[in-house]
């Protein structure tokens, strides 16, 4: 079992910068590649971004590429993302997010879960 926590949303305003963390517990996160997706309200979970255990693979959707960075420290246990001129269609709950597989930008590629943080973005 992994454990997730994240901790780092917030109210904000356009434009405004914030930085979501998720640290993990339980099972030795270094083997996992680690996600971080979102739900607005009234709408599917979607993907965000994702880093391989070491890093050397990272993704993003369309729509945060070139403004939100992820990125992981391994020896904290602790996956990051960086997230810079926020809009407020960023507004959502952030999960972050745990997989074993070779494939990850989907959310049934992943099998642990955090409960979630909400970052609100005013116009």
């Known amino acids: 079992q992994v454990q997730l926590v994240e901790s780092g949303g917030g109210l904000v305003q356009t434009g405004d910068s914030l930085r979501l963390s998720c640290a993990a517990s339980?099972?030795?996160?270094?083997?996992?590649?680690g996600g971080w997706f979102r739900q607005a309200p009234g709408k599917e979970r979607e993907f965000a971004a994702a880093?391989?255990?070491?890093?050397?693979?990272?993704y993003y959707a369309d729509s945060v590429k070139g403004r939100f960075t992820i990125s992981r420290d391994n020896a904290k246990n602790t996956v990051y993302l960086q997230m810079n001129s926020l809009k407020p269609e960023d507004t959502a709950v952030y999960y972050c997010?745990?997989?074993?597989?070779?494939?990850?930008?989907?959310?049934?590629?992943?099998?642990?879960w955090g409960q979630g943080t909400q970052v609100t973005v005013s116009s």
């Open positions: 997010a745990a997989s074993d597989r070779s494939y990850f930008t989907n959310a049934y590629q992943y099998d642990y």
């Open positions: 339980g099972r030795i996160f270094n083997n996992y590649a």
């Open positions: 880093i391989s255990w070491n890093g050397g693979r990272i």
